[in-house]
């Protein structure tokens, strides 16, 4: 772990979607009241059951938030890539941390402390309002993902992860496109819930059907639509 000094200027707070709305000297002040730490991949950077007493704000990277069942296995909650806010529940809560959160790349984090956050929500509504829209979209991708385990088989799992990313601003999908995965496929597969071989023989079947050609860790999607039923019929493989 390496730390870097605090500034004003280099921040990306206006970024993340919990502050948007927020003028630019209260996201200085806040950035000065942070401290910045920099992590190597596979880095912890908090256990379930740590003290909830600072909000992580990833800057740069990506990190998957796990928890981990008795015997060891890890169960992906979800992975978020910067910019980004993670950790808000401990902080309104004052309980222990829910989850793990571990750098899945190498990451810039910036953490603000618990009394500083708190002391924001009080006098900034629109922190508040933030707040409200991350905890909501936090439950209903929850929801999604709930359903996906329990009713979608791999390749289902993986077509609606596919459709999620193809889909534009309107939230349709367009018919053809170009998907970064920004993982390895390793990755992808404890993200899904599955192991690297079953999500391979889903990819390879997707590439024979011709819906899809998997270039490294880029996919051209080239039939979107041929995905749907994947995601609607558990049996549809």
């Excluded at 707070?13 to 003028?23: C, E, K, Q, S």
């Excluded at 009394?115 to 508040?128: C, G, I, W």
């Excluded at 997707?206 to 880029?218: A, C, D, N, P």
């Amino acid at each position: 772990m390496t730390v870097s000094a605090s500034s004003s200027t280099t921040h990306r707070l206006g970024d993340v979607p919990l502050f948007a709305g927020l003028p630019t000297p209260i996201l200085d002040e806040l950035a000065r009241e942070s401290r910045v730490r920099r992590y190597p991949a596979g880095q912890v950077l908090w256990n379930e059951g740590d003290p909830g007493d600072a909000l992580l704000v990833l800057e740069e990277g990506q990190v998957r938030i796990s928890r981990f069942t008795a015997v060891g296995a890890e169960v992906v909650l979800a992975v978020q890539d910067a910019p980004a806010a993670v950790g808000e529940l401990a902080l309104l809560d004052g309980a222990p941390r829910s989850a793990a959160v571990i750098a899945q790349r190498p990451v810039v984090v910036r953490l603000l402390p618990r009394s500083q956050f708190l002391a924001l929500l009080r006098r900034e509504p629109t922190v508040v309002e933030g707040v409200l829209r991350t905890l909501a979209a936090m439950v209903r991708a929850g929801n999604s993902r709930h359903v996906a385990t329990v009713g979608l088989d791999v390749p289902g799992r993986l077509a609606a992860w596919l459709l999620a990313r193809a889909a534009d601003a309107d939230g349709s999908s367009p018919r053809a496109s170009e998907i970064d995965i920004g993982r390895s496929q390793g990755e992808l597969a404890l993200e899904l819930g599955a192991t690297r071989s079953t999500l391979n023989r889903a990819l390879k079947r997707f590439e024979t059907l011709g819906i899809l050609t998997v270039r490294g860790q880029t996919i051209e999607l080239h039939d979107a639509a041929a995905l749907r039923p994947y995601t609607e019929d558990a049996t549809a493989f």
